[in-house]
């Protein structure tokens, strides 16, 4: 039988939480800088304007294409929530060049050969507005102090942090002007529903 979430039929107009972890349970995110270089890769394929690499070789971007709603890194796994404009196959390929490129920086660095990640990435399309922001709570949520926590989009969230890479819009606006860090804190009461979403993202 297949593992879940591994089979992609992707849909324009559509959201997505896309996930994935290091090969044997590994970290894939050793310092600081291994971070830094993950986001630095989503900003270089989600930003407008395309930027050559350290060869001169011309960027790529899947502005307008794709959007990233949330993130959070975490020592040994990623999540993201990203939105489909159009072209659903953009998101098969700025994976697969986000996942390339990172692991061909880390295993140079720590001199190490063989694949980073567990296999292929998975990914859920989210179908309804009430998951979906379970969806970005359950991303947030990840670190213990996710207050605090450097590596996830929290930030942009709050308003403390802008970047056109990062686009919280489609979420808060299903707010309608309430608190998001109120819905955050507030997680005790649907932990229920988190519980589905961990049991749903599980490896099986």
């Known amino acids: 039988m297949p593992a879940r979430n591994i ?3 992707y849909v324009s107009n559509s959201f997505y939480h896309v996930y994935n972890r290091g090969v044997e349970k590994r970290q894939i995110f050793m310092d600081e800088q291994d971070y830094t270089v993950f986001l630095n890769l989503l900003k270089r394929y989600l930003s407008k ?7 001169g070789r ?4 899947y502005y307008g294409s794709i959007e990233l709603l949330a993130f959070c890194l975490m020592p040994n ?3 993201l929530l990203l939105y ?3 072209k659903p196959f953009d998101i098969a390929e700025l994976l697969r060049r986000l996942s390339t490129s990172y692991a061909v920086y880390f295993n140079k660095k720590y001199n190490r050969v063989g694949s980073l990640f567990q296999g292929t990435y998975k990914a859920v399309r989210i179908n309804n507005d009430s998951y979906l922001q379970h969806i970005s709570r359950y991303i947030h949520l990840n670190p213990k102090d996710y207050k605090v926590w ?6 942009y969230y709050s308003g403390v942090k802008q970047a056109e890479w990062v686009r919280p819009e489609r979420i808060l606006e299903v707010f309608d ?4 860090e109120e819905f955050l804190q507030d997680y005790e009461d649907q932990k229920a529903m988190l519980d589905e979403i961990k049991y749903d993202l599980a490896d099986r």
Do not use: R
Request: proline residues 3%; hydrophobic residues 15%; negative net charge.
């Open 7 to 9: 089979t992609k039929q």
């Open 49 to 55: 304007e395309t930027t050559s690499d350290k060869y």
């Open 58 to 61: 011309d960027g790529v971007t």
């Open 77 to 79: 796994h990623f999540h």
């Open 84 to 86: 489909i404009n159009e």
């Open 150 to 155: 450097e590596f996830s989009s929290l930030p």
């Open 177 to 180: 002007g309430n608190s998001y």
